[in-house]
C-alpha cells in the first residue's frame, strides 16, 4: 500500500517570503502521479499543482513549484512571494494511476504573517 | 451549478441513529468520489463510482457505510447506526472522467457531528 508523509504539521512565513513544504511517500510502483491541494477554511480542496512521475522536469504554476526527487521520494512544494491568500491547509497527495483513487497525507497548515 | 454541492452543510446525529449525505456533482462529469476528513488526519479515501462501472468501495471503513448514484448523477452516502468515530467532514469530489489528469473538483463536505 501506498504511504504520503506530511512531517510538518504547521508552519508560518512572514508575507512576501518563501517557503518550502515537505512530503514524503512511498510506493514500488515506477509511474505514479503526485499532487498538491490547498484547503482554505471554505473548506474546498483547490489542486495547486501536479506532477507526473515519468517527467523528470519539476512541474511549476506560477509561484508555486515543487522539487521532485524520485529517488528519495520526496515532492516538496515551494511557494515564493507568499501571500495572506496562501494561508490553508496544503496537502500532498499520491495516486498509481490516472484512474486511481488519491492517497492525503495528513497536511500541513501554513500561516502567512501579515 | 458551477461547483460541486452538498448537503446539508452541517449534521448532528444522535449514536445509533442513521444519515444521509448528498453529493451534487459537476453537471457532465462522469467521475464521483466520497472521503473522510477527521481531525488532525488527512482525507481518507471511501469510495468511487466511474460511469456505469461497479464502485470502487475499498476505502469504505465498515459495512455501515454504503453509497449510491442515481443516474450517474447525484450520490448519496449512508452512514448506518453512527458512532461517535463517524464524525468528520465527509467531502465529496467529481472530475470529468476519471483521469487524475483531470482536476478533481471537491465540494465544501458535511460536517457530521455523532453525540
Known amino acids: 500500500a501506498q504511504t504520503v508523509t506530511q512531517s510538518q504539521p504547521e508552519m508560518s512565513v512572514q508575507e512576501a517570503e518563501t517557503v518550502t513544504l515537505s512530503c514524503t511517500y512511498d510506493t514500488s510502483e515506477n509511474n505514479y502521479y503526485l499532487f498538491w491541494y490547498k484547503q482554505p477554511p471554505s473548506r474546498q480542496m483547490i489542486l495547486v499543482i501536479r506532477?507526473?512521475?515519468?517527467?523528470?522536469q519539476n512541474a511549476t504554476e506560477n509561484r508555486f513549484s515543487v522539487n521532485f526527487q524520485k529517488a528519495a521520494k520526496s515532492f516538496s512544494l515551494k511557494i515564493s512571494d507568499s501571500q495572506l491568500g496562501d494561508t490553508a491547509m496544503y496537502f500532498c497527495a499520491f495516486s498509481r494511476d490516472i484512474y486511481e483513487k488519491l492517497t492525503f497525507g495528513t497536511g500541513t497548515r501554513l500561516t502567512i504573517i501579515p | 451549478g458551477a461547483g460541486v454541492s452538498q448537503s446539508p452543510s452541517n449534521k448532528v446525529t444522535e449514536k445509533g441513529k442513521d444519515v444521509e449525505l448528498r453529493c451534487d456533482p459537476i453537471?457532465?462529469?462522469?467521475?464521483l468520489y466520497w472521503y473522510r476528513q477527521s481531525l488532525g488526519q488527512g482525507l481518507e479515501f471511501l469510495i468511487y463510482?466511474?460511469?456505469?462501472?461497479?464502485?470502487?468501495k475499498s476505502g469504505l471503513p465498515s459495512d455501515r457505510f454504503s453509497a449510491e448514484r442515481t443516474g450517474g448523477s447525484v450520490s448519496t452516502l449512508t452512514i448506518q447506526r453512527t458512532q461517535q468515530e463517524d464524525s468528520a467532514v465527509y467531502l465529496c469530489a467529481s472530475s470529468p472522467d476519471g483521469s487524475l489528469t483531470d482536476t478533481q473538483y471537491f465540494g465544501p463536505g458535511t460536517r457530521l457531528t455523532v453525540l
Open positions: 453537471s457532465g462529469h462522469t467521475a
Open positions: 506532477q507526473e512521475a515519468y517527467k523528470q
Open positions: 463510482f466511474q460511469g456505469n462501472s461497479a464502485p470502487d
